[in-house]
């Protein structure tokens, strides 16, 4: 099954005030408008796989970003140079569109019996608190297209007693077709994917090893 395509809206940068003694219109605004970008989550599994994790319910809470990258801004690194693309950003910050992506991508492979943002406070057994480590375009010294590095580090955290159970890693490269924002979002969408469902994956196995060592009681 293929990914989504990835769809791209606009949206009005500022928001001009208007009062009695304006002269001017919302619509003769000079102000650029930024093309938003948003990402599809992994398609759903064709085949899931039962184990203990899928009579659990987890919950992943708002992801953490380093300095840089938490903001609505798609980065782009050259060397040590942390840039940004210009005239384009996401459609949300880092933090909230991958955490979109994250509780759409798990639920989707239903390797857990449900998958929420822990804002939802539905009860779950197990937490995810996840940190943005990675999520840039970078340029190589010779220029051509950017490679697209999205990196996770991931703490699973059983909620009953906040006992931390696994340090998750998951990351993803993905090479944009293109030198051209199009191409290169569309490589934040198949890496965003990639380390989506390597982190299902750890995820359910690291649940199924902690059931298998400490059952609910």
């Not at 490679?147 to 490269?173: K, M, P």
């Amino acid at each position: 099954m293929k990914s989504p395509m990835l769809r791209v809206s606009a949206a009005v940068a500022g928001v001009a005030w208007l009062c009695g003694c304006s002269t001017g219109s919302l619509f003769d605004s000079e102000t650029p408008i930024p093309t938003n970008y948003v990402l599809a989550p992994a398609p759903p599994a064709q085949a899931p796989t039962q184990s203990r994790a899928s009579a659990v319910d987890l919950a992943i809470a708002s992801p953490d970003a380093i300095p840089g990258l938490d903001s609505r801004r798609i980065a782009v690194l050259k060397g040590q140079l942390l840039d940004h693309y210009k005239g384009t950003q996401w459609g949300g910050s880092v933090s909230q569109i991958v955490q979109t992506l994250l509780v759409a991508s798990l639920d989707h492979q239903q390797v857990f019996r449900s998958v929420t943002s822990e804002q939802t406070r539905v009860s779950a057994e197990y937490l995810l608190d996840v940190e943005v480590r990675d999520f840039q375009a970078e340029y190589g010294e010779g220029g051509g297209s950017p490679q697209v590095r999205v990196t996770f580090i991931s703490r699973l955290i059983r909620i009953r007693d906040r006992e931390l159970i696994a340090t998750i890693t998951s990351t993803a490269l993905k090479p944009a077709g293109d030198d051209r924002l199009g191409a290169v979002a569309a490589a934040f969408e198949s890496a965003a994917q990639l380390a989506a469902l390597d982190l299902a994956g750890k995820s359910a196995s690291a649940v199924d090893s902690d059931l298998a060592k400490n059952p609910p009681k």
